[in-house]
C-alpha cells in the first residue's frame, strides 16, 4: 500500500511542478516576455530605477521560468530514456533538475496501467513499470572484443584460480571478480573443457552448473590481484526485490540501515538489465544486482543464505562452520523450548529469529533456492505454467512407456537427468494447470446453463491471488467471478468453488489456444488467446525471436487446457513434430504448401459457419454448433514472407465469418493485426496495442534440446543387459512373436504358502522407520508433535532420509520451491524435527547436528525404510529368494508418495520413477518364479502387489492373464478387471496386440502368449 501512495504522491508534485509553476506566475505577474523588443533606454531604466523591490521580482520571476523549463526538460528527456530502456543521457549542469526529475519518474513508474487498459483500476490491472528489471537475469554475453582483450592481455597462467564454494554459480562468480554477473560467459570461455577433480567440465553452449572443489580460471584478473572491494570489506550479491530500498537492503543484510552508501558505492559499475547502472540512491529497480557488504571474516561462520566463496580455506574452515551452524540450531533449540508449543517462534518471516554467537544476520536472497535460479542460466525464460506444461508431457511420455515395457527393458534415465526435473519442478505451480482449465470450463458450464454466450477474453493475467479475465467488451458473469470497476474486467479467486467433475465432463475447452506470452512486471503471468487475436507479431532479431517463438510453440503444442489443438511450423521447431508424437504438431517445410491448404479450409468452414449464422468458429464452438470445425489451427511461421505470401495470408485472417486460425510471425515486415510483441531482449518486451511491459517467456538452446531428448528418452526402451553390436538397441523394442503355449495348470507345490503371503511385513520397531512406498509415515518417533505439524516435518524427515548429505541451497529450494526463507524458518523446522525424532537408548539423537560447511544433514544410521530394503532385494534380483521377493512386496502399500499432494514432495518426482521401476521388477521376477511353478495364487498376489505402484502396466497384466487361462470365470473377473482399470484412467489407452490376445481368447487347450 506505501508504494502506490508514494507513487501517486509523487505524480501529484510532478503535475504542481510541471503544471502549476507556469500558472502560478501568469497568475501573480502576468507575462514576462514584453509585447516588443527593449530599446537602450528601457535597459538603463531597468539598472537605474529606485523601484528596488519591481527590479528583485523581475529577477525572480525570470528565475522560476528558466527553473520550470529546465526542470521540465530534465522530465521529458528522462521519461524518454526510460521507455526507451537506455541510460537517461546527462545535460551539463542540469544535475539537480535531473536528479528530482528522475527520483519523481521513477516513483511513479510503479503505478502505471497498459494504455488500453487506463478504464481498468489500478489495483486489479497488470502493474507495468517503465523500467523493466526481470527477477531472473539471462544471459548478456559481453562483446568479442571484450572477450579477445581479456583472453589475450592476461596470460592464463597468470590469472585468478578460484575454488568453488557451495551455492557458487558462474554468475555470482562474473558479479563478483569481473563486475558484472553477465559477464558469466568469460568464465565458461576460460574453463571450457578442463577437467575438474571429479571428472566434470565446463563446456561452451552447455548450461554452466558448478559443482564444490571444482578449480576455476577467472580471466583477466591477476592472480596476484583481489577485487578492489574485497581487499578489507567481503560482499555478497543479492537481486533487489519488491518494495526494497538501498536503506532497507543495508538494514535486512548488514544490521545497519544507515550503510546504505556502502551499497551504493560498492554496486555503481555494475551494469544493470536494460543498460542502467546505479547512480541515485533512490532509483533501484526490481531484478538489479547489488554488491551488499559482510562483516564476516575471510572464513565465514556457516549461515543458511549465504555460502563461503573463498579459496585457499583453513583446514578448520569446516570445523568452524559445524560449529556456528551448531551453536545456531542450540540457540534456537533454546528459544523454543522456553516457550510453550502454541507460542513458539514462527518460521514465515525473515526476523523471527535474533543472530547467536559466531551467526551473523541471515541475506534473505543470498544464494538459496530462489536466488539460485536467478543467478544461473537455465529456463530463466520459464514461467510456472510453461514448467508445468514440459513436466506433464515428459511424464506423460515416460508413462505410457512405463506401462508397456517389459520385464527386461529400462527408460534411459536421461528422460529425467537431461531435463533436469527437480530444477523445473521449483518453478512450476503444481496446481495452476488444474485450476485454469477448470476455471475456465466451469464458466462455460455456467454460462451455457444461463443460456449466456462467453465473453471474447483477449488477455488473462494469473496472481497469487485471482486469474483475471480482461474481454474486448463489456459482459456479464455469474458468480464465483466478482465483477470490478471495468466492466470487461473480471476476477477469479484463486479459492473460488468451481464446478466438480460430473459438471465440466463434456463442456469443450472453450478458450483452447489461451497460452503465456510472460510475465508483467509483478512477476504475474500474462496469457493472450490467438484465436481472438487472429494474428500476433514477433517483432525482434531472429537470435531473440526465435527463443520466443519456439517457447509459444512447445507452450501450445503440451498445452493441458486445450482438448484439440493444431499446430503448424513453418521455420520454427521442426523436430518437435517427431519428439512429441501427439499429432498434434505439423512441420511444413514452406508457407506456400500451407497457404493451399488455409485456403482450402477457409472455404469449407465458411461456408458451415454462414449456414449456422455465427461470425466466428470460436462462438459456433462455444454454442456447440459445428463440432468439427471447433479445434483452432495456430500458425507458427518462422520466416519472412513474400509480398503473394502475404496477401494471402491476410485475407485468411481478415475473413469473416472468422474461421479457427491464429497466425504467429516472426516478419518484421508484416503486421496482419494490430498485436505485436516488440522485443528488446530476452529480458524485456513491449506488448501492443497495449504497452503493457513483459519479460517474454522464452527456451534458450540449450532448454529447447534438453526438452527435445527428455522427450525422445521417455519414449525410449533400452534392454537392462548389453546387446550384441549387430542388434542395436532401438527406440521401440521389437515385440516377441506371438506363439502357442499351454494353459498354466495348477501345481500342488508352490513357491509361497498361503501363511507367507498374507503375514504382515516385518517392520523395525526399536528406531524410527520411514515408510514412503504408499502414503508417507514415520514411526517410531517418540518427541513431541503438534498435529499441524506432522506434514511438514514428515516431509523433512523423508526428505533427509531419501537425500543425505544434500547441500543447504537444494535443501531449502527443494522443501520451500520457490519461496525465499528465512534463517531462523530452517532452524526452527530442523529442531522440531530433531525433537520428535527423539534419540536412542545412549541419548544419541536420530538427527545430528548440520555437517560441515555446506550445512548438508542425515539421520543416525538406525534410522531406515521401505525403500531400502526394496532397493537391497532388487540389487540380488535372481539372486533372490522367493521368501525375500515376497518381503519386500508386502511394504508396497500403493504407489510412490500416494496421498502426498503436489504441494509437497515435488523434490520426489525421479526417485518416484525409480522407486515404482524397482517395485515392478520385483513383482515381475516373483510372478514369473510362480507362473514357471504353476503357482496360481502368488502370480496373483506379486502382480497384484506389482499394479499397486502402476496400475496399467500391461507386463504384470499378462502374468494375471496367464494364470487365470485354467479357469474361465477366473479369466472373466480378471478381464473384466482391466477393462475396469482402463475405462477409470484413460479410455483412449491402447493395449498391446499380446495382451489383447490373452483378454479375449477363450480358455482352451491352447494360448496365444508372449
Known sequence: MIKPLKALGALVVLAALIGGIPLALLTFYGNPIPQQLPGAEDVAHLFTTNDSIGFLLFVVVWIGWIAWATFTLSVVVEVIARMRHIPTPQLRGLSAQQGAAAVLVAAIAGLGAPA?????????????????????????????TQSDHQDTSTPATEDLVITVQPGDTAWDLAAKHLGSGSQWSEIVKANDGKIQPDGGALRVGEDPFLEPGWKLTIPGVPATDTAPQDAEQQYETVTVERGQSLSSIADEHVGDAERWPEIAEASAHITQPGGYHLEDPDQIDI????????????????????????????????????????AAEQAVDAASDALPTDQAPQADTAADAAPTGAETPAPASAPSAEAEETSTVPWTGVGSIFAASILGAVLARRLYTQRKRRADQRIPEAATVDLDQVRLTRIEDPTVLGFVDRALRTLSALQLRDGQTLPDVRLARLTDDHLELYASAPHELPAPFEATEDPATWL???????????????????????????TDSDGYQILVDLEHLAALGIHAASQTSMPVMR???????????????????VGVCPELEDALGSGRITYRETVTELLDDLEAKLERDQEVLEELGHDSAQHARQAGDATDLWAPEIIIIGTDLSLTEKRRLQAIVDARPQIAVAVISSDQHTDLSEWRMHIESLEAARLEPLGLELHPQHLTDADYDAVLRALGAASTLEPTTEVPDEQPATEEAPAAPLRPVAIVQPSTSTILTAAQRDAEAELPAEHPYIRVLGPVEVLGATGPLEDKRLAELTETVTYICLQPGKAENDFRADLWPGKRVADSTRHQRISR???????????????????????????????TSDWAYIQQIAELHQDATSEQLAEALKLVRGAPFAGGGRSRYRWSITLQYRMTDTVLDVAHELAQRALDAGDIETTLWATQQGLLVESLHEQLWRYRLQAAAHDPDLHQRVTHDLEAQIAAVDDDYDLMPETEALMYTTPAAHRIAI
Open 551 to 569: 517457447a509459444l510453440t512447445v507452450s501450445l503444442a503440451t498445452s493441458q487446457w486445450a482438448d484439440d489443438l493444431a499446430i503448424t511450423t
Open 116 to 144: 488500453a487498459m487506463a478504464e481498468t483500476p489500478a489495483e486489479i490491472a497488470p502493474a507495468v513499470q517503465t523500467v523493466e528489471a526481470p527477477a531472473m537475469p539471462t544471459e548478456q554475453p559481453s562483446t568479442e
Open 492 to 518: 477469479l479467486p484463486r479459492t473460488a468453488a468451481l464446478a466438480d467433475d460430473e459438471t465440466i465432463a463434456d463442456i469443450v475447452a472453450p478458450y483452447p489456444a489461451l497460452v503465456t506470452i510472460g
Open 833 to 863: 524435527a530433531r525433537k520428535w525424532l527423539g534419540a536412542t537408548d545412549d541419548g544419541t539423537r536420530y538427527l545430528p547436528r548440520a555437517n560441515g560447511a555446506d550445512g548438508s544433514y542425515t539421520l543416525d544410521e538406525h534410522i
Open 287 to 326: 531484478g538489479w544486482t547489488l554488491r551488499v557488504p559482510t562483516d564476516a571474516p575471510a572464513v565465514p561462520a556457516h549461515q543458511d543464505d549465504e555460502q563461503p566463496s573463498q579459496q585457499d580455506e583453513a583446514p578448520s574452515s569446516e570445523e568452524a562452520a559445524a560449529g556456528a551452524a551448531e
